[in-house]
C-alpha cells in the first residue's frame, strides 16, 4: 500500500474494507498517539480519554517512566504469549 490515509475518515473505510466487524467499534475516529489523559485521533484533534476501564486513566498515556521500563523489560523478551491450561 503506497499512500496510507490521513482522516479518521479514510482509515475508518480502510478498516471496513479488510478488517473484520464487531459490535464494539463505536467512535468514528483513529486514535493515533496519547499523553497523559489525552490523546489524538490522525486529523490531529485533542480528546480527553474517558475509558475508565483502561489503564491509561491511572497512568496515563506515554509517561516516559513507564514508556522507559516497559522497553527495558521487552528488550529482554523475544516472545510474549499468554495460554490457558
Keep these: 500500500m503506497e499512500n496510507l490515509p490521513t482522516t479518521n475518515a479514510g ?3 480502510l478498516g471496513n474494507n479488510y478488517l473484520l466487524r464487531h459490535p464494539m467499534r463505536t467512535a468514528p475516529l483513529v ?3 496519547g499523553e497523559g489523559i489525552y490523546m489524538w485521533d ?3 484533534k ?3 480519554d474517558f475509558q475508565s476501564g483502561q489503564l ?3 497512568l496515563g498515556h ?3 517512566d513507564y514508556v522507559k ?3 527495558a523489560r521487552l528488550s ?3 516472545k510474549c504469549c499468554w495460554q490457558k491450561k
Excluded: D, F, K, N
Design 11 to 13: 482509515w475508518l473505510e
Design 31 to 33: 486514535p493515533e498517539r
Design 42 to 44: 490522525v486529523e490531529g
Design 46 to 48: 485533542r480528546y480527553i
Design 56 to 58: 491509561c486513566v491511572t
Design 62 to 64: 506515554s509517561h516516559p
Design 69 to 71: 521500563a516497559l522497553c
Design 76 to 78: 529482554r523478551r523475544r
